[in-house]
């Protein structure tokens, strides 16, 4: 129960195979009190979600983009609970003249609503419920990153938006660290949410992660995820902050093919 007696806020729950509700549950079973996060037409379906956890919570508008919503979702916690430990910031969009092969052709006006709604509605998110987590004493915000080191086909400028998803991380860890509140973010693999089915091209990534990752890699299985944004809301990560932490079976850190010996997954090659 390590995160028992912790008060969290859970954006981007949309059905049952969302990172975010996943993140939900487990934090649940480890003792959290949580809210979430829906809006527009896709909030009855994260209503229907809710009920589906271990104890249903409830829900509340948020367009991050309209800070109206946000004001309403910090009174609403300030007058229900007083103070919070910790956010989910599971937020991103990009329209599709953005995606799909479109980065050549993109107007500026489709990259800025990528970047604002994916990398820079963290830093709204994290001002906005900035006096919860004073009047907590601290407390823990982590975002869903997705490798942004190198150019992916069809990913275009929700790639560059993730890519100043990550320096956003390390400026909000600059300057909430002094208010005892850290900021990091999970650089998933490729996971099959309905967010991520909807981008051009996505079985290519379920590909190369089969290839590539030194373990096993299950695009049907968030859990792993889901556990390691839970950790780093609890009180067991409290001097990491600004950190981007992989959880993709190891995909980042070898070259194409690297770890997979031709013997099948588990072969060990003898030297005589």
Request: aromatic share 8%; proline share 6%.
């Amino acid at each position: 129960m390590f995160l028992e007696g912790k008060r969290l806020l859970i954006t981007g729950i949309l059905t049952s195979d969302s990172i975010a509700w996943h993140v939900a549950r487990i934090a649940q079973e480890q003792g959290a009190e949580i809210v979430a996060t829906g809006f527009g037409r896709g909030i009855r379906i994260t209503q229907r979600s809710v009920r589906r956890l271990p104890a249903p919570c409830p829900v509340y508008e948020l367009d991050i983009n309209q800070p109206a919503h946000l004001e309403a979702i910090t009174t609403e916690l300030q007058d229900s609970w007083g103070g919070l430990d910790g956010a989910l910031h599971a937020i991103a969009f990009a329209p599709a003249d953005a995606l799909g092969g479109n980065f050549l052709t993109a107007p500026a006006e489709s990259a800025g609503i990528a970047f604002q709604t994916s990398a820079f509605s963290y830093k709204a998110l994290a001002v906005g419920l900035l006096p919860l987590f004073q009047a907590a004493g601290g407390g823990s915000l982590v975002t869903l990153d997705f490798d942004n080191s190198q150019a992916w086909p069809a990913y275009d400028w929700m790639g560059v938006a993730k890519a100043a998803l990550e320096a956003v991380t390390r400026y909000l860890a600059r300057d909430l660290g002094p208010h005892g509140i850290r900021v990091n973010a999970v650089s998933a693999g490729p996971l099959g949410t309905v967010a991520a089915k909807s981008i051009p091209g996505f079985s290519l990534f379920q590909e190369v992660w089969n290839d590539r990752a030194p373990l096993r890699w299950d695009a049907k299985d968030p859990d792993a995820v889901a556990r390691m944004v839970c950790l780093l809301l609890s009180d067991w990560t409290p001097m990491t902050t600004g950190e981007i932490v992989h959880v993709d079976g190891g995909f980042h850190a070898v070259a194409v093919g690297a770890g997979k010996p031709s013997g099948g997954p588990g072969a060990v090659e003898e030297n005589e």
